[in-house]
């Protein structure tokens, strides 16, 4: 994170800027949805903007919390290639053996099901 203040204050307001990515977005990632990743990614919302919460409390002076990074998808995205929601889980997901072996081991014997899984996640 950084704080940042306009050139030449060195008091008063300023921005602090927290730069994260949040898991998911990856194929490697997101073929394990279905296991213990789906948890833990629904929490990093949550500890990201409490860090910022707290970062902003640090200070006495009047400080705006900023959160960059890259949303979910961003991080494969090909910037020649415009990759919709089906096409991603189609192609990247669905195909994935890692994904089929954890949709047994979980009961999950419909493809609708997985989706619905996978647009939660």
């Known amino acids: 994170w950084a704080k940042l203040r306009p050139k030449g204050s060195a008091e008063g307001p300023c921005v602090l800027i927290l730069n994260a990515r949040l898991s998911g977005g990856l194929p490697e990632e997101d073929r394990h949805y279905l296991s213990s990743l789906s948890e833990e990614r629904a929490k990093q ?11 902003a409390q640090k200070d006495d002076e009047d400080c ?33 053996p890692v994904t089929m072996e954890a949709a047994a081991a979980a009961g999950i014997d419909s493809t609708q099901m997985l989706e619905d899984r996978f647009r939660h996640y």
């Not at 919302?45 to 970062?55: D, H, S, V």
């Not at 890259?70 to 994935?96: I, K, M, N, T, W």
């Open 45 to 55: 919302a949550n500890r990201l903007l409490e860090l910022c919460r707290l970062l």
């Open 64 to 96: 705006v919390p900023v959160l960059l990074g890259l949303s979910s998808g961003a991080a494969f995205a090909d910037p020649h290639r415009f990759v919709c929601f089906d096409d991603y889980f189609d192609e990247q997901v669905l195909c994935s």
